[in-house]
Structures are given as structure tokens and as C-alpha cells.
């Protein structure tokens, strides 16, 4: 009676068939999503750094942004934790 309740190996293949569908869905939607987003922001923008004044697309400054930001919100918390472990081994 107890086998007749476990899944056969075609449940659990189909199960995971569906899971894998699910995931490619999902991929496919966040790619069109990127794609709009870059369509919609390709326009050229004029920006300043410093004594230099340039011309590039948004999308790329967009980009750069995120990944400094990234870069930033990760090393961060890191650097953070090494200065506050250096602290308490010179005061013991």
C-alpha cells in the first residue's frame, strides 16, 4: 500500500520537466525585459567628469552606475568588518 502513494520515476521527470519549463520562462522574460530597457535608453546623454565632458549612451552610464554601486555595496561591508577585527585585536 506504501508504494502506491510514492511518486514513479515519470512523476518526478515530469515534475521536474515542468520546474526547468518554469525557469527558461522566466530567463526569456527577464532578457525581454533588458532588451526593452535598453531600447528605451539608448539615446546619447552629455556628462561631466571632472575637467572632461563626453557623450555616451545612457544605457552604458546606467550600467557603469550599477556596477560601481554593486562593487561599493560589496566591498563595503567587507572592508567594515576588517577595520572592526583589527580595532578589537589591538586593544586586547
Known amino acids: 500500500m506504501n508504494d502506491r502513494n510514492r511518486p514513479t520515476s515519470r512523476q518526478i521527470a515530469?515534475?521536474?520537466k515542468k520546474d526547468v519549463q518554469w525557469k527558461?520562462?522566466?530567463f526569456g522574460i527577464a532578457i525581454l525585459a533588458l532588451l526593452i530597457v535598453i531600447a528605451q535608453n539608448a539615446q546619447k546623454v552629455e556628462f561631466?567628469?571632472?575637467f572632461?565632458?563626453?557623450e555616451a549612451p545612457l544605457i552604458l552610464l546606467l550600467v557603469l552606475?550599477?556596477?560601481i554601486g554593486a562593487?561599493?555595496?560589496y566591498t563595503g561591508p567587507i572592508l567594515r568588518r576588517h577595520r572592526h577585527q583589527t580595532?578589537?585585536?589591538y586593544k586586547d
Open 24 to 26: 527558461w520562462w522566466a
Open 65 to 67: 552606475a550599477a556596477i
Open 14 to 16: 515530469d515534475a521536474q
Open 71 to 73: 562593487v561599493i555595496g
Open 87 to 89: 580595532r578589537k585585536e
Open 48 to 50: 561631466n567628469l571632472l
Open 52 to 54: 572632461i565632458s563626453t
